[in-house]
């Protein structure tokens, strides 16, 4: 496991982290790594944080030890992007799961390729999703 970040303080009333990442590996090699940056200010509550997180599916399930499930290759990755203006929050992303390839002990291979976006806004009493979009 990796953990590492880099930012800084400024009167402990903006927040600046410039990168930050958790990898988690197996036998060396990645199974899930996350990224990203983000800034906070507590006197205007504005907060931006940016994300990237990756799977390597066929890796991560070798490790949860399924023998009734095998991928042979597949690889899914979000990225996502969080806003804060005084009290409303904005949250839009992307998840892709790319040529997913499986063998359930019920079914033979299938194949999926699917990419999702959203973009969903807080308002302080409610959440509504804006326009949420799957292909």
Known sequence: MLIASGGKAT???????ADYKLQLAHQNQS?????????????????DLQLTLSVTLARLL?????PDVSISSGSAELKGHVTQKQKTQTVTGN????????NLATTNSVVLESRWTWISAKLPSRCRFVKPAVT
Request: aromatic letters at 8%; glycine letters at 6%.
């Open 62 to 66: 070798e490790t949860l030890h399924r």
């Open 11 to 17: 009167d402990l009333k903006q927040f600046n982290l």
């Open 95 to 102: 998840l892709v799961w790319l040529t997913l390839r499986e």
């Open 31 to 47: 199974l899930l790594e996350l990224s990203g940056s983000g800034t906070y200010d507590t006197t205007s509550e504005a907060a």
